[in-house]
């Protein structure tokens, strides 16, 4: 019987049409589900590895302590961190970055493996919190401190602080090793600029008071401790190039520049 939609010889042709759309659209939905678990696992694998760096506070009293009556004094605190980015951080503060007296902060760090050293001494020391919750700004003097420990790098910073302008070096050890490093920084309490060479006799008196968390740091430092104290500074100095601007010269230091006419 035919009707205004067509006859009945078109009936049996809608059948495959039907089927076919009915598979691509299970096939859409499988899809959908597929796309969405893989979605899901994504976000749990980041949630999972942000949640693997986050620091925790280790209910410990840190290692180290710098044998340095004068240092008494002034209230102290100390804190252990742990965390997979950073490794563990013992430190040791005496005075307040804030306070109107003395500041010295010292971080000892054992950092995680595949550690290769950092260089940048205002970043280092801008990671202990609270040096990042007060204003600073870097200068360009640098130091070399000598201590028994091996070398450190110190330069010159200000802190604005409750209306105090403190004058600080702040430090980075450059040890023979990466088991181990030092930052920190110290400032005065009158406004003054710190000696460097007092600011490397008091690193040179670091003590261990108990084991560190890693075997080869812990040797590391424990063999210093028994030589005999050590501590200077030594003001770097930019050096210069002896040959001047002589055009002969510079061309054969470096043939590959273009000529100066």
Known sequence: MATFLGSDDAAPGRAPIAAAVSTVGTLIRYSFYLVG???????????????????????EAPSFRLGVSSLDRLPAQGLVATGRGIGRVEMRQYGRIHGRDQDLTVALVVPPKNWFGETDIAREVRDIPSLGAVSTRFGQVHWDLDTRFGDVRAVDFVVQADGLRKQCLAFLSRFDTTAVYLKGWYCEADGSRPVADNVACLLDRLVLEKPLAGKEADGFLRARMGRGMRCSATLVTQTSDARGSNPALLRKANPYAPSRY
Do not use: E, F, P
């Not at 749990?44 to 942000?50: A, D, H, K, M, P």
């Open 37 to 59: 678990a893989l979605v899901l696992g994504l976000i749990g694998l980041v949630i999972l590895r942000v949640s693997s760096y986050q620091v925790t506070k280790v209910d």
